[in-house]
């Protein structure tokens, strides 16, 4: 059975610049090194219906399927994150031994897991986590992940994006992936971290 240390279930906004962000650490960090990251997606993000035209340094008209795509090359690119098509029913386990099962009949076990599935529903079975309504949804009957104010549900287990309960913009989604990936670096590292990168000096 494959092991990861972080696992992301869903590769949206949220899941895929969660993963980036996690990845982005390879070569700064001695905590960082030899780091295996997975996002597992369902391939049903609103993203891939949506065209965007007010998203910050992003072209006006560009199409979300488009930009989603983009986002899982910039994550391959530094190939330590594995990004696989299926559907996630159950997650069991605790922090540094959970065990994620598919529709498939696949298992991976992951020492910490990422939840960023949207807010349309959530129906993985496992876990003991509180669904409340999502006070930020343009619409009733959305939900979302009671957690602490770092993205936290309990140990080992984080939630990003819209299940988060932020504001269903792509910025939004996005930095709230990136906020949970910083909190689990954060984490190992033992004080608060963020990850910047320079030009090169020419």
Not at 13 to 35: D, I, M, V
Not at 38 to 63: H, R, Y
Not at 110 to 135: Q, R, S
């Amino acid at each position: 059975m494959e092991k990861y240390d972080v696992a992301i279930i869903g590769g949206g906004a949220a899941g895929l610049s969660c993963a980036l962000t996690l990845s982005s650490a390879k070569g700064k960090f001695p905590w960082a090194e030899n780091r295996k990251y997975f996002v597992l997606d369902n391939d049903s993000s609103d993203l891939i219906k949506a065209m965007l035209n007010n998203v910050p340094a992003v072209p006006k008209g560009t199409l979300g399927r488009d930009l989603l795509k983009q986002l899982k090359e910039q994550v391959e690119d530094y190939g330590i994150t594995d990004i696989k098509q299926e559907r996630v029913i159950k997650i069991e386990g605790e922090k540094g031994n959970f065990v994620i099962h598919t529709e498939n009949g696949k298992q991976y076990k992951a020492d910490y897991v990422v939840l960023a599935t949207g807010f349309h529903e959530f129906n993985i079975e496992g876990l003991d986590v509180e669904v409340v309504p999502n006070p930020k949804a343009p619409r009733p009957g959305k939900i979302m992940i009671k957690s602490d104010e770092f993205n936290k549900v309990k140990d080992g287990l984080y939630v990003a994006g819209l299940l988060a309960g932020v504001y269903t913009m792509f910025a939004s989604a996005a930095g709230s992936g990136v906020e949970t990936a910083c909190a689990i670096m954060s984490e190992w590292a033992g004080k608060n971290v963020v990850i910047h990168d320079v030009p090169d000096p020419k």
